[in-house]
């Protein structure tokens, strides 16, 4: 058994099992959707982007299943359960009227999302009418209080789990800013202080209530007639409250299908900096890269999840045998046996901690001096006092005298020189950006850095250098194709989102694949601007003189021309020799397994196939082409 | 193999003035030779000593001349003799004429290959150039060495010369060193010779290459500018790590008589349903799958290729933007450098009028990336300019992967403003910091930067070649320590320590650590190590020592307790006292309260590591002093516990790390079977998901 829990940066495709990686956390969010169904919600409309009017359910309920969409990948362990009240048919555990879980099968009420959720979600609208209804369920006369009943049902919901490792919310979406407005006298006040007692003793169990109320074109819903004592809003909240709920709309449909990670530290670390003096820091991973979640083998029969077993079998006798203690290594003709305790003694060569061994100037860290993702360190006084006094005081002398720390991690798996960069915070728009703290970044040792630029140095003495015009030049240019507000995690990964989009497809049986947009790809429009355009025509003819000939430069260059005539000649002559069998009927006749590879070769070479591969492949890569 | 096979000449200078440095030497040479076993075994390499009482060579016998340089060794495949030679190099009496050795060493070269012959040829000298070249015949030394250089040039050898200088060199009579200087530097203008000054040990050791890589371009084509421009540029690897090596598995069940039994294990896996497992399934009866919530959508190879993200292989600018705007802790990988096409001249213009513009503006450059063709993914990285101040080096640049919106977690910190005010250091203490980051300079103005990544090596790498090299003679050895060299980098250098001692202690002084009172289960480790050094420069190097120390050899210090920061090595340590058999019995019970402490204390699963390395020595240890029931209770023990205290990802997570019961075949006084010992944890977790 090699234990290598510590380990926790390994190259990043074998990374994929660590546990740093895993999916599941203990801390998940029970959410219950709360949606108005009354009649109001229905003949209400507002014009959405492409000149189509939507009523209030339906931005609802499209709001809702863009974040099923998004949640089922970013964080599939929370549980939802969608619940409209003010309905006509009643399904919930407590058999109140006018409330209506919406559910599919095998699946809780309060669950975690399932792909059949979203799907029959999605065709909520048609089916509504017809299996739920729409009805107002407070109606004057009546003890009737739909609103109660929701609370009720969906506290009901939400007693699942203990608060301490779950967050429990409430999202309701109404358009209705006084419920009980066409009820008077005792009965109104009745109900509003049982509605509103309610809500409290939801909240006091640890449930937040959060509203989207939706506004009508004409009429701004008024918070502060009954829900603002629902939700609890007082004072300047209350006015910023109606535009942040707009843009909390839009987030919750625009959000970026990406795989949340809750706050861990990865290891707390003892930091000696000097003469004994030891502070206690603690290291999160703020970047890394994300992959598309670990792949489960399935029978291709009945999909079912297979199980994978290793075992080890001696090459020598065939028997099975436990995973050896042993490992070899050839060298000078013999094989050196070394234990696997002994392999790990060899790596710890120091204590696991972060010792400091100097500063130096930032400019002796170079560009090249780089191999994994930093990791973020931040300071403790959980068992010391006075780390985090001693770990700001360092913070502030580094970013003034901008310099950096050297240090060498001890970890058992993967000792380390590395550099510690102070980062100052930066906050912008209320939000904070840049965390304040140091960033941890493994250094290369010299094993690790090539140095390719002098392998083509010149031994004339004198490399070509730009001259002062053409350097002029291409400031130029530089200037015009400037990204004035570029931030570095602006873009999504394609590849990655296209990957999302297509599971999604896939596992909704959706017809089409949605189209996803590769932010990646250079702003065609801005570079063909004239100004842009003028700018590299400039700086072209400065560098390249105005009869710059690819091919002719490349002619003059005698190595690659070399390999590309003989790789022609190559093609040249299968061409030819390909030419003198007759191919169909070979194919017909079963006798292609009578050639040899080179013969099948000038075929697959004749028509720019590839070579590779084992006689048979060679095979069915030829029938494969001629379509038999 | 043998397509990138290499002759090398070490020239090592063994003249009384380098005898101070002649381990390091001893210790980099052996540690080059030792890699060429395992990784190019085919590579010739022949040793000439110069600075020797005798002179053995094929020049004095042929022209006479060339005293003092001794061909230690003729150029030969590497073997494990040659390993044995370069760790005792003979010390020599003379001071040694490296030109002379220079010589000797291409005549060698050119005798066995002649001029047409293309094959690697590489020189390296090792000096710290302090004793005069003798006057040559005609012409000035320049002349000389001016001829020399444009003959290695012709014949295609490449040469490294490495200088031992600084405070290595000792007192040396300044023009000499700088005469010698100049002749050297000739080399590296008019050869592809590549010139170090290295200033201290650790430096030697990292500044010659111990093992050979042969480039690989990872992109040739063009860099788009726009559609209407473009730069042919090869792109390569410009850091990349070298790996510990993977060792094979080992088999010993072949009988030991049979001599060709190739000892390899074969691992083997096999896909099994999970309602039955008596089925194995095949490979092609498999189908990948992908989660998508609770479920896993099954996913063909064929019907994801003919979706997936397939964008074409190509190399586009996006732009450029400040440099501030990219900040140096985005970097995700090893690092790639961009050079114009070598046999382009314009295109080297256009990398150089872009570099040196970037430069001078402080911008970078983004770049959108596709190296092949079929790959499915892009990366999106940063052009930072490398202008070269080098005559005969051309501009490159750098180019660093940029995360995606995917990769960046934001979690949100406290504001150190918005820290307690007790926390908030005061002007004094700032002072001190200050001073403290200003002194404690590992650059200083005037001397080589200490720990360069250029020149350090790897000590991981560096002790286990030796350890092979060990075990090759002595197949009992135990692992050594940590070479002597080397563990300076792991500490803070004592010498400069003891020159900021003053500034130190002023540090120490203004600011106080103390144990959290209320955190009882914590131990005092951290404060454990010895307060401020009572003697001058003994105080850091000490702990350094001990600290190590109570890794290696755990016997020097007596542990009483076991603490939270190395609770394995304080278990270890207690169960291997031998003074009171009461210390057995304490470890079990210390290391069991551990335990509980971190599986009870865990957030989100964070001891759970830690446990487990516990579990496990705690597991090694009672099958070593035959106390199988003391574990194995334990683990019940723990488990229940676990189930009832809703920890049950905690059994999993041992299941997972195939942790079992103590079996009667690890220790006899167990009462649990092979088969019980296994199935226990998976028993106890009946819920898979």
Known sequence: ?628 | MARNKETLLLLLDVGPSMHSVLPEVEKVCSLLAGKKLIYSKYDEVGVILFGTEDTKNELTKEVGGYQHVVVLRDTKVVDGDLVEALQQLPRGTCDGDYLDAIIVGMDILIKKFGETDKKKKRICLITNALCPIKDSFEGTKEDQVITIAEQMAKHGMGMESIVVRGRLAGDANKRIMEENDVLLNIFSQKTCAKLVYVESPISLFGALRTRNISPVTIFRGDLELSSKMKIKVWVYKKTSEEKFPTLKKYSDKAPPTDKFATHEVKVDYEYRSVEDTSKVVPPEGRIKGYRYGPQVVPIAPSEWDAVKFKPEKSVKLLGFTDAKNILRHYYMKDVNVFIADPGNTRAILAVSALARAMKEKNKVAIVRCVWRNGQGSVVVGVLTPNVSDKDNTRDSFYFNVLPFAEDVREFQFPSFNNFLVSWQPNEQQQEAADNLVKMLDLAPSGKEEALQPNFTPNPVLERFYRYLELKSKQPDAAVPPLDETLKKMTEPDPEVLSQNKSVIDAFRRNFELKENPKLKKSTRRFLQEKPSGSKEGEGCGDIAAQSVDSIKDTSVVKVENIGNLTPVQDFENMMSRRDGPEWIGKAIKDMKKRIFDLVEDSFEGDNYPKALECLVALRKGCILEQEPKHFNDFLHHLCKFCQKNNLNCFCEFLASKELTLISKTEAIDSEVTDDEARSFLVKSEPKTE
Request: glycine content about 4%; aromatic content about 8%.
């Open chain 1, 1 to 628: 058994m090699e234990l290598d829990p510590d380990d926790v940066f390994r190259d990043d495709e074998e990374d994929a099992d660590n546990e740093f990686y895993q999916e599941k956390e203990s801390t998940k969010e029970l959410l219950v959707y709360l949606v108005d169904a009354s009649p109001k919600m229905f003949s209400t409309s507002c014009p959405s982007g492409d000149q189509k009017d939507e009523t209030h359910f339906q931005i609802a309920v499209s709001c809702i299943s863009q974040s099923l969409k998004t949640q089922i990948i970013n964080r599939s362990y929370d549980e939802v359960a969608i619940c409209f009240f003010n309905t006509r048919e009643k399904k919930n555990l407590q058999e109140l009227n006018g409330v209506f879980i919406f559910n599919v099968a095998e699946r809780e009420y309060l669950d975690r999302p399932t792909a059949r959720l979203i799907k029959e979600f999605d065709c909520i609208e048609e089916r509504f009418m017809k299996e739920i209804g729409s009805q107002n369920g407070i109606i004057s006369g009546t003890r009737e209080n739909s609103l109660y009943n929701a609370l009720w049902v969906a506290q009901a919901l939400l007693r699942k789990g203990s608060a301490k490792t779950a967050d429990k919310r409430m999202l309701l979406f109404t358009n209705e800013d006084d419920p009980f407005g066409n009820i008077k006298g005792a009965t109104k006040i009745d109900m509003t202080r049982t509605t509103l007692q309610r809500a409290k003793d939801a909240q006091d169990l640890g449930i937040s209530i959060e509203l989207l109320p939706l506004s009508q074109p004409d009429e701004e819903f008024n918070v502060s007639l009954f829900f603002a004592d629902l939700i609890g809003l007082e004072g300047d909240d209350l006015a910023q409250f109606l535009p942040s709920v707009g843009e909390k709309l839009e987030d919750m449909k625009d959000q970026l299908r990406k795989r949340m990670f809750t706050k861990r530290i990865v290891r707390k670390i003892a930091f000696s900096i000097a003469n004994g003096l030891s502070i206690e820091l603690n290291t999160y991973a703020l970047i890394r890269p994300t992959i598309p979640g670990a792949i489960t083998w399935l029978d291709s029969v009945s999909n079912r999840p297979l199980k994978a077993e290793r075992s080890f079998i001696c090459s020598d006798t065939g028997a099975l045998v436990q995973e050896p203690l042993k490992r070899y290594q050839p060298y000078k003709n013999e094989n050196i046996k070394i234990s696997v305790e002994e392999l790990s003694e060899i790596k710890r060569i120091s204590t696991g901690h972060l010792r400091l061994l100097g500063f130096k100037p930032l400019s002796c860290l170079k560009d090249y001096h780089n191999l994994r993702p930093s990791t973020f360190i931040f300071p403790s006084d959980e068992e010391v006092f006075g780390s985090t006094c001693i770990f700001i005081t360092l913070h502030r002398s580094m970013l003034r005298l901008e310099r950096f720390a050297v240090a060498f991690y001890g970890s058992s798996s993967h000792p380390q020189l590395v550099a510690l960069i102070a980062q100052k915070e930066i906050i912008s728009h209320g939000g904070q950006v840049e965390p304040p703290g140091m960033h941890m970044i493994y250094l290369p040792y010299s094993e690790d850095i090539r140095h390719v630029e002098e392998l083509y140095s010149d031994s004339n003495g004198a490399a070509p250098k730009a001259t002062d015009d053409q350097i002029e030049k291409a400031t130029a240019l530089m200037k015009r194709i400037d990204l004035k507000d570029f931030s570095v995690c602006q873009f999504s990964n394609p590849a990655l989102q296209r990957h999302y989009a297509v599971l999604q497809a896939l596992a909704l049986e959706e017809p089409d694949i949605p189209e996803t947009i590769d932010e990646t790809l250079p702003d065609e429009e801005g570079m063909a601007r004239p100004g842009v355009v003028s700018a590299v025509e400039e700086f072209k003819l400065s560098v390249y003189g105005d009869n710059y000939d690819e091919e002719k430069e490349l002619a003059g260059n005698g190595k690659a021309s070399e390999a590309s005539k003989k790789r022609k000649a190559i093609a040249d002559n299968a061409v030819k020799e390909s030419a003198n069998y007759d191919w169909d009927d070979l194919a017909d006749n079963g006798k292609l397994k009578d050639l040899t590879v080179v013969e099948l070769k000038y075929y697959l070479t004749a028509h720019s196939l590839p070579v590779t591969g084992k006689k048979e492949a060679l095979i069915s890569r030829i029938l494969t082409h001629m379509g038999k």
